[in-house]
């Protein structure tokens, strides 16, 4: 089968992460495996060394009449030249103009994965939120089948009217080589417990849906304890916080560590971990989380309860901008190593149910549907 995937952005977060995933799975099945992305960057780079075969097609963040038109051209003539049987998309505006595109081209199976429904972004105002809707419905229709990362993200389609024959729910996966040995992670505990000050962690890209306005107003409240916070990764407001976190003399508590190629090692230094946003899809920093046995304390958005706290009992989420409900959260468990390494030892337990192999054998499922 020859495959196209396509994506906007390329710098490394929860979608291009899972799209790597994808191709390198399915490339080693002895697929024909092509990607088409929005923009340069390291996922171009990290394709390179699955020698993937990569186009870079420009495609904007954010809907640009002229800009989307041309690149629907461009790809359109792309895949007329690749005779692809099987195009799937991600990300919102490649999302739109792959499918149009596959669509034109008549494209057996033209398929787009939501890393969250981007109309369900509260902090985007009413008429953003319904045109993105309306596009996210008529663009359906010429699809053929839609996969979402969550449930929650899945009964918010229905919700809205998007076709529910045509939706699936397929859940990110992290390689099974990340998930720890109960052993590594006792060790873990042990080094953990013996050390002074305590480190809450942050991973992910600075932008405006990560909402960490609410992290720097938590970590405030810790002045005076021995508890840093580090924060790891990049992104276009990694100034504005850089800025932010001088003027609001927040350097002794707030380290920014900035892009890691290890960061898996620096999340087992870390005693718990934060998730603040107001819009997520399913985040790989939880699934990467649970992974390392590190507890995260996370805003309720996505598919992070159904994950983590499914019947609402562990205490493990906050609404979004609660920054004392974070705060205690975050206090409860760092007083007290015992109530941490079970909450550690729980997401641990998780792990295994998030794994790239079955989220691969699931896609598979989809990518057969229908086929003789």
């Known amino acids: 089968m020859k495959i196209l995937y396509c994506i906007t952005g390329a710098d490394i977060g929860g979608a291009q992460k899972h799209l790597l995933y994808l191709t390198e799975w399915f490339s080693q ?3 024909e495996v092509h990607v088409v992305l929005g923009e340069e960057g390291p996922l171009k780079e990290e ?9 870079v097609i420009p495609i904007p963040r954010t809907i640009k009449i002229w800009e989307d038109t041309k690149a629907l051209w461009k790809l359109f003539v792309f895949m007329k030249k690749g005779k692809y049987h099987l195009v799937h998309s991600h990300s919102s505006i490649a999302g739109i103009i792959a499918r149009l595109a596959g669509f034109f081209n008549r494209i057996d199976k033209n398929i787009y994965t939501a890393h969250g429904f981007v109309f369900t972004d509260p902090t985007l105002s009413s008429k953003k939120r319904r045109l993105y809707l309306l596009l996210e419905k008529v663009f359906s229709w010429v699809s053929t089948d839609i996969i979402t990362v969550s449930s929650f993200d899945f009964k918010q389609g229905i919700a809205h009217g998007i076709n529910r024959k045509k939706m699936s729910v397929i859940h990110n996966g992290i390689p ?15 080094r953990l417990r013996n050390r002074d000050s305590k480190i809450i962690g942050f991973v992910g890209r600075f932008a405006s849906e990560k909402n960490l306005d609410m992290l720097l107003r938590v970590a405030s409240r810790f002045r005076g304890q ?3 916070f580090w924060l790891i990764g990049d992104g276009p407001l990694y100034g504005h916080y850089q800025n932010e976190i001088k003027t609001q003399n927040l350097e ?15 999340m087992d230094q870390m005693d718990i971990m934060v998730i603040t946003s107001h819009k997520e899809g ?17 805003t309720d958005v996505g598919g992070v309860k159904e994950v983590i706290d499914p019947h609402g009992t562990k205490n493990l989420l906050v609404e979004i ?26 997401y641990l337990e998780l792990a ?5 192999e079955h989220m691969c054998q699931q896609t598979e499922q989809v990518y057969l549907k229908g086929k003789r």
Not at 176 to 190: C, F, L
Not at 254 to 265: A, H, M, S, T
Not at 352 to 356: D, S
Request: glycine share 6%; charged share 25%; proline share 2%.
């Open 29 to 31: 099945k002895g697929h």
């Open 47 to 55: 394709l390179a060394k699955q020698k993937i075969e990569t186009a």
């Open 176 to 190: 099974g080589k990340q998930i720890i040995s109960i052993a590594k992670w006792e060790k873990m505990q042990q």
């Open 226 to 228: 021995n508890v840093e």
């Open 252 to 266: 002794s508590i707030i380290k920014l560590k900035g892009n890691q190629d290890n960061v898996l090692e620096w």
């Open 282 to 298: 399913l985040p790989y920093v939880l699934l990467e989380a649970c992974g390392r046995g590190i507890p995260v304390i996370s």
């Open 321 to 346: 901008n609660d920054d004392e409900a974070m705060y205690q959260r975050l206090i409860s468990l760092l007083v007290n190593d015992s109530y941490r390494e079970e909450i550690g030892r729980y």
């Open 352 to 356: 295994n149910r998030f794994t790239v």
